[in-house]
Nanobody, 117 residues
């Protein structure tokens, strides 16, 4: 059974930084991509960044230049370095993993990021 566990969330002031981690386990086949999503109160869940198994990355416009996604495939771990945080980055951040024919079918429990001014 696939399990994704996020860590690293917390409370930070505007302009500060946080690093999120996602540890994956239980998969008998490798993921072809992983991603970070976030959901703010009263809003829908949206993709923040994704990284393919060849290292190709993509970011939502709102975080380009501030967030960096990375992945340690050997350890099945993914990271999100978040710099220059803004109040609008406040959300629950979710780790997700993608498999061909299944899509982003695997999700972590989420980690809260709160940015205070």
């Amino acid at each position: 059974q696939v399990r994704l566990v996020e860590s690293g969330g917390g409370l930070v002031h505007t302009g500060g930084s946080l690093r999120l981690s996602c540890a994956a386990s239980g998969s008998t086949r490798p993921f072809n991509a992983m991603a970070w999503f976030r959901q703010a109160p009263g809003k829908r869940r949206v993709r923040v960044a994704n990284i393919d198994d060849d290292g190709t990355t993509d970011y939502a416009d709102s975080v380009k230049g501030r967030f960096t996604i990375s992945r340690d495939s050997a350890k099945n771990t993914m990271f999100l370095q978040m710099n220059s945080l803004k109040a609008e980055d406040t959300a629950v951040y979710y780790c997700s993993a993608h498999k061909i024919l299944e899509g982003y079918a695997f999700w972590g429990q989420g980690t809260q990021v709160t940015v205070s001014s």
